[in-house]
């Protein structure tokens, strides 16, 4: 659940309008997720101002002889990863502060076993979609056949999958966050699109580090989120005692607020929040699955002749 500093009580038990599945809505006392299907937006020319840098070839692609290690049999028993945080014992993920873009993601056709590494533990399942939305995960590496993505409801953590069991769609646009600049920039096939000024956590709540993704979107439950739907992260708190008891459980948000006197300040429980104006662009033009990289700051371009 996307959450914030500000939001009023809300009403557990909520039905997701088209879904008809039990979900709960996003506000500072839930801890679930209505997540809304929507037709992918039509892509639209940008007028780039910076790069960001494209990734390398991977080992696999390279090495077509590479044995692929098998794949342990699951154990009865073994935890879904769903909204809830996920299972511990999944591998941090080595890369969590690179801001290469992933240009691929991965959708779970079936209920498959999560590892933690090649050949390695099954720790939890991934199912084909969470709180009735599909499950797209960016791919983060490939190794001896086994296909690497973030992890959902967890923190710079990874899911080492074996063939089988899924279909990969290309992805296109990048979110990068700078904290100590309060700066969103949307990036498509590399190249900057916009960039806006945010709002990030609190002292003790800071807005998560690393690499993570747009699980889905949701309806405003409340008139403080500006009437513009709203961005699930697949982060969650750092700390989750750290935030009030209503918020433990949530995920971290991407959304608007009823007014800006906040841009440009550490106001939220963690969330990122930005204009109306920039959060239905990203609406319309952002799909799920894409990444999100928060980090302090991006190095300075160096200086031209």
Not at 287 to 303: D, F, K
């Amino acid at each position: 659940m996307p959450f914030d500093r500000m939001s009023p009580r809300g009403r557990r038990g909520w039905i997701a309008a088209g879904l008809g599945v039990p979900a709960l809505l996003v506000t500072a006392l839930l801890t679930g997720l209505a997540l809304t299907p929507r037709a992918e937006p039509v892509a639209r020319q940008a007028a780039p101002a910076t790069s960001v840098p494209g990734p390398e070839p991977s080992d696999v692609d390279q090495g077509a002889e590479e044995t692929v290690p098998p794949a342990a049999p699951a154990p009865p028993g073994l935890p879904v990863v769903t909204y809830d945080p996920a299972p511990a014992g999944f591998p941090a993920d080595p890369a969590t502060m690179d801001t290469t873009p992933l240009t691929e993601a991965l959708r779970p056709s079936r209920k498959i076993a999560a590892y933690d590494a090649p050949g390695g533990r099954p720790v939890a399942y991934l199912a084909p979609t969470i709180s009735g939305v599909d499950l797209t995960m960016p791919i983060a590496e490939r190794r001896a056949g086994w296909t690497a993505v973030l992890l959902p409801s967890a923190n710079r953590r990874l899911a080492w999958l074996p063939p089988g069991g899924f279909t990969t769609v290309p992805l296109r646009d990048q979110i990068v966050v700078e904290r100590r600049h309060h700066r969103l920039t949307w990036y498509r096939a590399g190249r900057a699109v916009r960039s806006w000024e945010v709002s990030l956590g609190q002292r003790g709540q800071e807005t998560p580090l690393g690499r993570t993704f747009i699980l889905g979107r949701t309806p405003p439950p409340q008139d403080v989120y500006g009437g513009v739907d709203i961005f699930a992260l697949g982060s969650v708190p750092d700390d989750p005692d750290a935030v009030p008891t209503g918020l433990r459980g949530a995920h971290i948000g991407l959304h608007t607020w009823y007014h800006d006197g906040e841009l440009g300040e550490n106001t939220t429980n963690g969330c990122i929040r930005l204009t109306r104006s920039g959060q239905r662009e990203l609406l319309a033009e952002v799909r799920p699955g894409s990444s999100v990289v928060v980090v302090e700051e991006l190095p300075e371009p160096p200086p031209t002749a």
